[in-house]
Antibody, heavy 120, light 107 residues
Framework: QVQLVQSGAEVKKPGASVKVSCKTS????????IYWVRQAPGQGLEWVGR????????YYAQSFQGRLTVTRDTSISTVYMELSSLTSDDTSVYFC?????????????WGQGTLVTVSS | ENVLTQSPATLSLSPGERATLSCRAS??????LAWYQQKPGQAPRLLIY???KRAIGIPARFSGSGSGTDFTLTISSLEPEDSAIYYC?????????FGGGTKVEIK
């Protein structure tokens, strides 16, 4: 079955960077876009960015431009999200999600989420 | 940005009752709207996409309707396991946006 398994929780200081991984299995890695969505504690969902695992092309939400980098390693079917210049506002659970079908922008399935805590 | 407004914020109903959740877009999204269910400590789960199509494995008591700016998620007969927060999401325009969520509580 299709699975997305994310790396574990992180605690970072303000100004630092964090890199979260999303290891996929059960399907052709290069056939489906992967998106990142975050959720601040007790809050709603916010789209962060996406990658085309086939080409490596990325597209980021404007509010993250300049400090977000999404990459992939096709040899191990894994996508990475790196966010720099962290502030307390970046404290959130970060989810990776695969599109339901190629060409769509509905998310199914999702990874389990990675809590990133930014605190001095 | 296309803002999605969900109402009500909280819905408290008994098992077997019908739940009607609303999602209103600030600009037309045609039929490019999905609904997700999220339980505490879990990732969201896709319920409905393209406004009215049920995702694989989703029970028939969940249905979606609407187009343009007004959408509805209906749970025809609530089960205890339907207690969750429900989010709508549009992909008609960039950036992708989500509604603020409706919390469904089972009495």
């Amino acid at each position: 079955q299709v699975q997305l398994v994310q790396s574990g929780a992180e605690v970072k200081k303000p100004g630092a960077s964090v890199k979260v991984s999303c290891k996929t299995s059960g399907y052709t890695f290069t056939g489906y876009y992967i998106y990142w969505v975050r959720q601040a504690p007790g809050q709603g969902l916010e789209w962060v960015g996406r990658i085309n695992p086939n080409s490596g092309d990325t597209y980021y939400a404007q509010s993250f431009q300049g400090r977000l980098t999404v990459t992939r390693d096709t040899s191990i079917s894994t996508v990475y999200m790196e966010l720099s210049s962290l502030t307390s506002d970046d404290t959130s659970v970060y989810f990776c999600a695969r599109v339901r079908a190629s060409g769509e922008t509905w998310f199914d399935p999702w990874g389990q989420g990675t809590l990133v805590t930014v605190s001095s | 940005e296309n803002v999605l407004t969900q109402s009500p914020a909280t819905l408290s109903l008994s098992p077997g009752e019908r739940a009607t959740l609303s999602c209103r877009a600030s600009q037309s999204v045609r039929s490019y709207l999905a609904w997700y269910q999220q339980k505490p400590g879990q990732a969201p789960r896709l319920l409905i996409y393209d406004a009215s199509k049920r995702a694989i494995g989703i029970p028939a008591r969940f249905s979606g309707s609407g187009s343009g700016t007004d959408f509805t998620l209906t749970i025809s007969s609530l089960e205890p396991e339907d207690s969750a927060i429900y989010y709508c999401q549009q992909c008609s325009d960039w950036p992708l946006t989500f509604g603020g969520g409706t919390k469904v509580e089972i009495k």
